[in-house]
């Protein structure tokens, strides 16, 4: 490219030549047309030195980000003159180049990428992954062309590679997680290994910089002793496959940061402890005939030497992966008893793990019937309205190796459905309402049930019945995650349709009985039945499964006061001193007298501290029980007991803490509960006793103790956690 001049443009010299080298690399490696290659330089020079910033607005440099992409593309994927020209007009200016003078010049089907991108942009922009419109949104553009998906994936490990030490730490902290469960799990499916690693890895020391620089450092100090390790486990291997008469190369790596820092999490030990750091490959140079053979020959050479562990042994050999990935594992105890991971693949099999869906394909704009397939499965599954991020990911297979079979209706549509597709999946794959009344199939003439299996040529009617709707062991006869997804969803429409009902019932005999039902009461009351989600509990009361009538009394002995003993009015009650004075520095007083020393608890239904407001109920234990004035039981104790009532008072001031629940709603976010903790571990006036958290469909759900001295600490403590991101409601119990 030809020289800019530092002083027309604001990037410094050292990136207009890093700019220079990364696009001479990148025009050799793709072989652009001379014509091509004028219109880039002139654009390049342009966007460099021309009059707007050559920055974006989190300060990167757009061209360099853009040169970066592009050879990283090259490098890990393919040299594709078509995604590289995509790529690098990405990032101009429309003002600059439009796309239809992209499309005259480079041809359309450069321009259809580049509209993708664009419209992949437009979501991305947002940086908010976790509200599910916008992922939703994302994922539909991203499914239109599987290379615009690889795109996005390599430009986004660019991105991740260029932003260590952004001064906009939340901003790093939104792409770390975008990355890690968005592009990392695409990589993954695509067959794109390295990418996903390094892609989480840098997701880990973005989040969690002490953890990864701790393993780094780790491994770093134990280099020179993991080589001689390899070094000394290979050297008897390769002489034994040499002697087999194999030609093959071995190569060791060690295992990916993150990788490590999730297998230390899940066994729960020190890193010293781990000692599958690293695995060996051994690369196979054979025919295809005898692919399998000689793999398997390696395998059994190795398994002669060393112990094999049986169960971490993975045949991708006979099975390929569903990306294509096919590979050899096994475990074995090495020297100085250290498990040893070896993989055993050829040549051919190693490109396809190192490039992926790439290395079946040649990018050429044309896209083959099984990717279109996957495609539609993406949409198919996009669209079923799960709404976790997460689920989704789980849910999206990459089939395209998959054998399918191929249906008629009577009216003579095609329908193209997985191997092993039932009648009910044929039900789905014409539509959601169709499959969730189907109660069976004449297929070629006669009738079938549903988990009847459809060959390829198969005519097929659908049977359907308005009484009918979708069952839970219909997830069994399904084979496809299209139907899979339709069911589930009306499954959850059904359980919400029945828990309305089972909810309105309730609070309809509660009412009849004139009594007030506290939700935070009733949902521990649930909880403690036994149920993990309360729609659950509701359906099961319209099933008539759990009669209401019984869980209401269950409700009032839960909430009632604990004694029941002879009628004992406030003016006969006589308090009794301890003999041992309170050193607490809460004082109580009942009209004139203090009760300082005497027999007094705090009632645990609403837990109250300083400065509420609080009344006093004498128990038949001959204990004064102190309540807060709006506690969940106050009504009731006033209406059956207000001859047991008895003023009370705070005089002095708070001194030692008392208990407070706290329960907290929010978005699952990272870094979310550290954030809360760190706030209460700043107040001198409180302390964390306890903290219990839960995740449901993307939501937070804390539940914290807290020793608070009085209630403007308790104040000025929630208002502080309202304030951290992603906390939705604060509420004390």
Known sequence: MEEIKAQATRLPLSQLRHCRDLYEGVSKAASFSKDADQVLRELLRKACSGDTSPYDEKGLPRMVLALETADAFAHFI????????????????????????????????????????????RFSAKKNIQNQDNFRGLMLSLADDIRVIIIMIVRDLVLMRSINNHPDTEWVSNMAFEANVLYAQLAHRLGLYKIKGELEDLSLKYTNREIYKQIAHKLNETKRSRDAYVEKFIAPV?????????SFSIKGRTKSISSIWAKMRKQKVDLDRIYDLFAIRVIIDTPPEKEKSDCWLAYSILTDMYTPNPSRMRDWISIPKSNGYESLHATVMGPESKWVEVQFRTKRMDLVAEKGLAAHWRYKGVKSDSTDQWMNNIRDILEAGQDDPMQLMKDIRMDIYTKEVYAFTPKGDLFKLPAGATVLDFAFY??????AHCTGGIVNGRHRKISHVIQSGDTVEILTSASQSPKPDWMNIVVSSKSRNKIRQKLHEQLQARADLGKEELMRRAKNRKIEIDESTMMKLIKKEGYKYVNEFFADIADGKIDAGKFINSYQVATAPEDHAERITAEDFELIRDNQESDSGEVLTIGEKSIKGLSYKFAKCCNPIYGDKVFG???????????????????????????????????????????????IVGQDDIGIVANITSIISKETKASLRNIKVDSDDGLFHGYLTLGISDNAVLSSIIKKIKTVKGVKEVTRI
């Not at 390769?238 to 194999?246: C, H, I, N, R, Y």
């Not at 014409?430 to 499959?435: R, W």
Request: with cysteine.
């Open 78 to 121: 393919d040299a594709d003159t078509n995604i590289l020209l995509a790529i690098l007009l990405c990032d101009f200016n429309r003002e600059v180049i439009t796309l239809d003078e992209i499309e005259k010049i480079f041809g359309s089907d450069v321009a259809s990428m580049l509209r993708s991108l664009e419209e992949v942009a």
């Open 238 to 246: 390769k002489k034994k496959l040499e002697d087999a008469g194999l």
């Open 430 to 435: 014409i539509h959601s309402n169709v499959g």
């Open 617 to 663: 109920f004498i128990s038949s234990d001959g204990m004064v029980k102190i309540h807060k004035t709006d506690c969940p039981n106050a009504a009731n104790i006033r209406g059956r007991y207000p001859y047991r009532l008895i003023r009370v008072e705070w005089s002095g001031k708070g001194g030692s803490e008392l208990p407070v629940q706290l329960r």
